[in-house]
């Protein structure tokens, strides 16, 4: 049997609607991103690389020299965040590890996340993420975000912490946006593990029905036009939600996903 390789991006676009899961996924289309978004999105590339060579004891002089935000960034996050990144190393014990990756099968399916930076300890482990856009101002939006559930749930899974123990927080942080670093911390508890677990498998079983039915020809169900997203969605007009606009974005072949490699989007 094939194992179906998910992650927390898929199960996000799963939820939010199948179909576009479908024309994303399975059809492999996109639409091309306008040049400021490739512009923030190579930035927040590069502060993740900067994050994991410095955490890697790797030079990062280089980096620095050729972006001044990059250093301007990094010199205020590490202020905002010294607990983070103690100067003395010697009296600390705990298990780094930058771009950390997880993997575990969950009934048909393999789960995979990657920790932009884990912090463990005896009884103690935290999920570090890095954000290079503004914060959301619902925190409750960013907790039922899939990345935040499966992140926590995943840590729990295959480790020996008890949900009680393991703690997952978002920092952001913006070039020239006149605000400081700020984070956002989410703790885990036995009874958001069990209502994970009940999601994901709902989830999970849900795209199975979903596959069989698109191997046989039946497209994905799309979602209600009353819950207001179609009009912003890339693929409006392919869903027939909107008459397609003269100068709207024509829809492209992607390549499949690397899902280790996958670039930052916002949540
Ligand atoms: S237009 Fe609406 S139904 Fe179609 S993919 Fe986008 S969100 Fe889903």
């Known amino acids: 049997m094939t194992l179906l390789r998910v992650s927390q991006q898929q199960l996000n676009l799963l939820s939010t609607c199948p179909r576009k899961f479908q024309h994303t996924y399975l059809e492999q289309l996109t639409a091309p991103v306008s040049p400021e978004e490739e512009v923030r999105s190579d930035w927040g590339s590069q502060f993740h690389l900067l994050m994991q060579q410095r955490e890697m004891g790797l030079p990062i002089d280089i980096l620095l020299e050729t972006d001044p935000e990059l250093k301007q960034c990094l010199h205020e996050f590490l202020q905002a965040a010294p607990e983070l990144f103690p100067a003395d190393k010697s009296s600390d014990f705990s298990f780094r590890d930058p771009e950390h990756q997880r993997t575990f099968k969950f009934e048909n399916c393999l789960l995979t996340v990657v920790y932009d930076l884990l912090i463990a300890q005896e009884n103690l482990a935290r999920i570090l993420d890095w954000k290079t856009y503004p914060r959301p101002k619902n925190r409750h939006y960013l907790a039922q975000n899939w990345q935040t559930r499966l992140y926590l749930y995943s840590l729990v899974e295959t480790s020996d912490y008890a949900p009680e123990q393991v703690s997952m927080t978002y920092w952001f942080v913006r070039p020239n946006s006149g605000e400081p670093p700020a984070s956002i911390t989410f703790h885990y508890s036995h009874q958001s593990h069990q209502k994970n677990r009940e999601d994901l498998a709902e989830l ?64």
Do not use: H, M
């Not at 392919?238 to 499949?256: E, G, Y």
């Open 204 to 267: 999970l079983q849900q795209l199975e029905g979903y596959l069989e039915n698109y191997a046989q020809g039946q497209a994905l169900p799309q979602i209600s036009v009353t819950q207001g997203l179609c009009q912003s969605c890339q693929f409006s007009w392919r869903c027939q939600r909107t008459d397609q606009p003269k100068d709207s974005p024509a829809i492209v072949l992607n390549s499949l996903p690397d899902l280790d490699r996958i670039k930052e989007v916002s949540i």
